[in-house]
């Protein structure tokens, strides 16, 4: 695999990137910040430049003029930063990681699954095993490094770490550990110290984010088996409800709006929570379910009211449903795919498929509205894409192309 960039273009791309630190952007809802309206889509992309980075599902993320890529070359987990302008490659870390999927995941290869995070000068990632590493961002050092082996009985779930890690106030926060035997973990983030565990479950392949419910500053997640939320700052648990999928498959982020909190999973219908003070106690009470959207790895993204996504229905079917009475407004023809990112900016939606397609599509409407539909090759898709202002970042089977709007 070759780890030159092949030049595609014969100018340098300026700075136009705004920051997109982490998984489904700065501030994990999939909102494409300073992203302005467009009239005009270029009939094709045109690659600015391609790199080979390795194979795997983590996504790209973007600090200033560098990009960073998670990603397995052999039986190496690979970090390594490249210039954003031309895909130059600034620096390149590595460690020992062999792994062995299961047999139900084969077909996915060894990952890495997880979108690192950066934050306070450092990267942040969660290996498919179970590695958690701190590199510094700007020479690629390895700062720190906890591993969970023989503090779980397994280092991670049966189809590898998928969650995504968060940093917030000083502190990484990673679900560790494996089926029935984990905890959802604050580690401090300058020196890997643990400032505070919840032991209450297993991790699932769901994502954590911060959100403000009723008053009370908290992390949202689904661990194996429930929808929770915990204090952020000291992880006491706050209020969960039960929530299970066919095959341990909870991988859906959960959605937050004002006090509401929607959620999903594999073969469970598009459901939403109003989490609401009684007394001295949060409780989480159902609001809505839709039967005819179910999210089985896609996460929506809120945008006016309005929950954009993908079903897995009619195998693979966009829908729009709103966000206070989950009334279904419209719903795609189906075979869109296996799976989809999907991201808002600039009045639009941008839905990357697992087939490779890029579609951008109106926002609104009574009906489902593709205004332009970019094929982008054969090699799957799975990494979410960044959106630039003049273009779209996105990792398929091994290589990470920028592609020019």
């Not at 990632?125 to 591993?147: P, Y």
């Not at 890690?165 to 679900?175: E, F, K, M, Q, S």
């Not at 991988?251 to 001295?280: E, F, K, N």
Request: proline share 6%; with cysteine; hydrophobic share 45%.
């Amino acid at each position: 695999m070759s780890r030159v960039p092949l030049l595609l273009a014969l100018v340098t791309l300026p700075a136009v990137a705004a920051d997109w630190p982490q998984w489904r952007g700065p501030a994990r809802d999939g909102h494409i910040p300073g992203l302005e309206a467009r009239e005009y889509w270029p009939a094709a992309l045109q690659a600015a430049w391609k790199v080979g980075v390795g194979i795997g599902y983590a996504s790209p993320v973007v600090v200033g003029e560098q990009v960073f890529v998670f990603s397995r070359e052999g039986e190496e987990e690979v970090v390594q930063s490249l210039d954003l302008a031309s895909g130059r490659r600034l620096w390149r870390a590595s460690y020992p990681a062999p792994y062995t999927m299961s047999a139900g995941a084969v077909g996915h290869g060894k990952g890495p699954k997880s979108t690192p995070v950066v934050a306070e000068g450092r990267i942040f990632t969660f290996g498919i095993s179970g590695t958690l590493s701190c590199f510094d961002a700007k020479s690629g050092r390895l700062v720190w490094r906890q591993e969970f082996r023989g503090q779980f009985r397994e280092a991670s779930p049966l189809y590898g770490v998928a969650m995504s890690p968060l940093v917030d106030r000083g502190l990484l926060l990673a679900h560790v550990g494996g089926s029935g035997d984990g905890a959802l973990t604050a580690f401090d983030a300058a020196t890997g110290a643990v400032r505070w565990a919840w032991k209450g479950d297993g991790p699932a392949y769901a994502s954590p984010v911060i959100a403000e419910i009723s008053g009370v500053r908290q992390i949202v997640t689904i661990s194996e088996s429930n929808l929770v939320g915990l204090a952020a700052g000291t992880g006491e648990l706050l209020w969960q409800m039960p929530f299970t999928t066919p095959y341990v498959q909870n991988a859906v982020t959960p959605v937050i709006s004002g006090d509401t909190v929607v959620y999903s999973g594999l073969d469970h219908p598009l459901r939403a929570a109003r989490v609401v003070r009684r007394g001295a106690a949060l409780k989480p009470e159902p609001l809505w379910e839709n039967a005819d959207v179910t999210a089985y790895m896609s996460t929506p993204v809120l945008v006016g009211g309005r929950l954009y996504g993908l079903s897995q229905r009619k195998k693979g079917q966009f829908f729009s449903v709103d966000a206070a009475t989950g009334v279904t407004q419209w719903l795609s023809p189906g075979r869109a795919g296996d799976n989809a990112a999907v991201l808002a900016g600039g009045g639009m939606l941008f839905l990357l498929t697992s087939d490779a397609e890029l579609i951008v599509a109106a926002q609104g409407g009574r009906a489902f509205e593709a205004v332009k539909r970019y094929d982008l090759g054969t090699s799957p898709t799975w990494a979410h894409p960044v959106v630039l202002s003049q273009g779209v970042l996105v990792k398929d089977a091994d290589s990470l192309t920028f592609l020019r709007f």
